[in-house]
């Protein structure tokens, strides 16, 4: 439970944000939004600080309720209650203080929209940290028990819209996939970072192998690639499972669409007119 009321994971995403945003400052391009971006991580800063003071304050007191409730099992109530009370705090000092103001400064339309995928990336998955950290707080459990059994005032379903300032259009989920890729992510973080499956995340980076927007060595290791590129020259139009059985039953599936998507786009490109 002391583990269930630190937030370490809601600061990690100040440095990098800060970055993005001193990347305005140096290309000399400043203009009033980029002063609004300053403001708002400073605000953000702030509040960060202030919930991980308190935090640290209520482990404190919560050790000591820990303390006293393995003294006097008569203590256990007070503990559990003192603890959905910490639920309802932290909950809404993130969702208020943290989340809301992130939806409205991305909420804006941006100026070069291109230019602002990576900034506003990095919103979205400190964005989804933020409702990840909520989430976890209202599920905290004491010997397998949910301490907090009340309303959930705070949950992601009250924002499903997408929060780039921008309505869905037709291929964002593939761009956003690929923002997240030119960030250095792992499929893995990729699809942590989306809600999606690892699965579903390399489907994306499949087409856009195949379309030539990312290069596959960039995902997977040339000992994976090359033998089966190697085998697929010679079995052209071998199955995935006659693939997969004719490198040793060794490599993942969706990682061999991968390579197969690669070897497409090569096959095209040396196709003659």
Avoid at 164 to 178: F, H, I, Q
Avoid at 228 to 235: A, H, K, S
Wanted: overall charge neutral; hydrophobic content about 35%.
């Amino acid at each position: 439970m002391l583990r269930q009321f630190a937030f370490r994971e809601l600061s990690d995403h100040l440095q990098p944000w800060q970055e993005l945003i001193a990347e305005r400052g140096a290309e000399g391009a400043l203009d009033p939004e980029d002063e609004r971006r300053r403001q708002l991580h400073d605000h953000v800063s702030r509040q960060i600080a202030s919930i991980g003071v308190t935090a640290e304050k209520f482990q404190r007191q919560l050790q000591r309720l820990i303390e006293a409730a393995e003294r006097d099992p008569n203590e256990v109530e007070a503990m559990k209650q003192r603890c959905v009370k910490a639920v309802e705090y932290f909950t809404g000092q993130i969702a208020t203080q943290i989340v809301a103001p992130l939806r409205e400064h991305l909420s804006r339309p941006l100026k070069n929209k291109k230019k602002a995928s990576r900034y506003v990336l990095h919103l979205q998955v400190f964005e989804d940290c933020c409702w990840k950290t909520i989430e976890r707080l209202y599920d905290v459990r004491f010997l397998d028990e949910r301490l907090y059994d009340g309303e959930t005032p705070h949950t992601r379903h009250s924002s499903t819209r997408r929060v780039s300032g921008v309505p869905p259009e037709k291929g964002a989920t593939y761009r956003d996939t690929l923002e997240l890729h030119r960030l250095g992510k792992t499929a893995i973080e990729i699809a942590d970072a989306r809600g999606l499956s690892v699965g579903t995340i390399k489907g994306h980076l499949s087409r856009l192998i195949e379309n030539g927007v990312i290069d596959v060595y960039t995902i997977l290791p040339a000992a994976t690639v090359d033998p089966v590129v190697n085998f697929v020259r010679e079995n052209a139009k071998a199955s995935l499972t006659d693939i997969r059985k004719g490198t040793g039953d060794q490599f993942d599936y969706d990682d061999l669409r991968m390579i197969v998507a690669h070897q497409t786009r090569c096959r095209r490109s040396e196709a003659p007119g």
